[in-house]
């Protein structure tokens, strides 16, 4: 059990939460939270946005009825949390002088901004339909450069051929596209999709987040939700 | 002393709390999060000969206090299940079910095969890992046009027979509330020589996106479960535990101590809980501490004196 320290709406419909309690978990993985009895039935997955000691952070957007019940949270209520779950952003080392890039397209940004932690030199690519938000913050957190794109693609401002990592986050369609200009480029960066399938148990037990790959079928939840893009079959 | 167990067919179960078929994994998973031994049971992933990936699209979609889910029976097959999986459930101290489904009559009774070779090769090495076999109509039978065979009784009744004939397992059957007599389905069971049967599965039910102009699903319909249809389980495992003498697990939309009780009084030997394991990973736990502490407050000693009094 948490408690909600702040929940603060940084743009229309989105919000970022804080909860107290030194709960661990490493860039790209999410938890399940809920801050509600029985109804609606299931957790929401959501990834963290930015974690200490003192407490932890998710960025999110009011979509339906389980995201508008926590935007209405306010300091001193509960949450419920189980995680952290799922594999997380690629954290081995790079070869020296390698670059990096994250890409995040809408309420996609939310997991990239604590990967900030663990590579403080990458560069950031932000997309968002209306208006921007936490850019601020992002150029605060890296010593890389922050690119902000505002109703056009953002894809279309990465270089792939100037990275040796890129991690993607953001709308299908945008996924997507992400693995196609890979495919395209012949460059040999390797490029790392997050996908945000809906989830039940986000423990690996119910296959309801199931993601059709060139193999076989993955889980969202506990063979990701980071994927090799190349792996994914987008629908 | 409160005594919560029940025996079927010489299978123990230490407690009423059984995990469904789909919603658990084969434990492992909820095997991090608490002590699964403390169960009664578990039913593992619906098992077919083959491996099969499910269904594409989306699977899963919340309802007001329920859930549809249409994952389309993915599973690794049998083979599999009798290699990877097996041996983890020989070191477990509780009911372990292997749950069978099937597309085809040569299907299940192959599948089931496999399940009673694998048992008696274990045996002769003093092992066990599978106790009890639950057996799914609920299927798309190929032959039938892609009706279930849980939908008709005497399509039903061949499954049931052939599979008996093959297993010397305890044999349980789950039975379809999509049936069209559920009653006459569960009395084909006991004919039929089933040690049990398990209800309900699935409502077969509908979600349409008004903006696609189409179903949520690509396969049209999914299952419905959770708090929605426990009433109407409710009334279907009561019905057809005055119908049949054989024991009767009850489930649908179990989410606190309390929905126990009700199954129990409605005559269920013993209880499955699926959909509420996704709203408190925990769940299990819960339920065995509040169904004792019920007791206790109650002053029952054990689950017999309740069972079937309504």
Not at chain 1, 129 to 155: C, D, I, M, R
Not at chain 2, 79 to 91: G, K, V
Not at chain 2, 178 to 196: K, R
Request: glycine letters at 12%; charged letters at 20%.
């Amino acid at each position: 059990m948490a408690e909600v320290i702040a929940n603060v709406e940084v743009a229309p419909n989105i919000y970022r939460l804080k909860a107290s309690g030194a709960f661990p978990g490493r860039m790209g993985q999410f938890y399940m939270v809920r801050a509600w009895d029985s109804y609606p039935l299931l957790s929401r997955p959501l990834s963290i946005f930015n974690r200490s000691e003192e407490g932890i952070e998710f960025l999110y957007q009011v979509k339906g009825e389980g995201t508008k019940l926590l935007s209405d949270l306010r300091a001193g209520d509960e949450l419920q949390l189980e995680g952290p779950f799922g594999n997380g952003f690629p954290d081995r080392a790079i070869k020296p002088g390698g670059r990096i890039a994250v890409v995040g397209g809408g309420i996609g940004i939310a997991p990239l901004y604590y990967a900030l932690r663990s590579w403080p030199d990458c560069d950031v690519y932000l997309g968002f339909s209306k208006e921007p938000y936490l850019t601020e913050q992002f150029k605060a957190a890296t010593q890389g450069k922050v690119n902000v794109n505002v109703g056009g693609f953002v894809l279309d401002e990465v270089d792939l051929h100037a990275y040796d990592l890129i991690v993607a986050c953001g709308p299908e369609p945008m996924l997507a596209a992400v693995q196609q200009k890979k495919l395209l480029s012949g460059s040999g960066v390797e490029v790392y999709v997050s996908l945000e399938n809906r989830m039940a148990c986000g423990i690996g037990a119910c296959l309801v987040c199931s993601v059709k790959c060139r193999d076989t079928r993955r889980k969202a939840c506990t063979d990701g939700p980071v994927f090799l893009a190349e792996e994914v079959i987008f629908g | 002393m409160i005594n919560t167990a029940y025996t079927i067919a010489g299978v123990h179960f230490k407690n009423p709390v059984v995990m469904a078929s789909g919603t658990f994994g084969f434990g492992q998973e909820y095997a991090a999060l608490y002590d699964i031994n403390r169960l009664g049971g578990i039913s593992g992933k619906g098992l077919t000969l083959h491996a099969k990936a499910g269904n594409d699209g989306i699977r899963v979609f919340e309802t007001p206090a329920g859930m549809l889910n249409s994952v389309g029976l993915e599973n690794p097959g049998i083979e599999a299940f009798l290699r990877d999986e097996c041996p983890r459930w020989e070191s477990l101290n509780l009911a372990r079910i292997a749950n069978l489904g099937g597309n085809t009559i040569e299907e299940y009774v192959e599948g089931a095969r496999l399940i009673e070779e694998d048992a008696l090769f274990r045996k002769r090495n003093g092992n066990q890992a599978v106790d009890m076999i639950e057996l799914n109509i609920s299927c798309p039978n190929v032959k039938a046009g892609g009706m279930a065979y849980g939908i008709r009784t005497e399509v039903a009744r061949e499954v049931v027979r052939e599979i008996r004939r093959t297993t010397t397992l305890p044999l349980m059957v789950k039975l379809s509330p999509n049936a069209e007599d559920v009653v006459a389905m569960a009395v084909m069971c006991e004919e039929e020589g089933a040690d049990a049967v398990s209800l309900v599965n699935t409502f077969s039910a509908m979600k349409i996106d008004i903006y696609k102009r189409r179903s949520v699903f690509d396969n049209l319909y999914a299952g419905l479960s959770g708090p929605a249809i426990k009433p109407i389980a409710l009334r279907m495992v009561h019905q057809v535990s005055k119908a049949v003498a054989i024991p009767v697990v009850g489930m649908g939309g179990i989410s606190s101590a309390e929905d126990i009780i009700e199954y129990i009084m409605a005559g269920a030997a013993a209880v499955q809980v699926g959909t509420h394991n996704f709203v408190h990973l925990r769940a299990g736990e819960q339920l065995i501490d509040g169904v004792e502490s019920f007791m206790r407050r109650e002053g029952i000693g054990s689950l017999d004196e309740i069972r079937g009094i309504i």
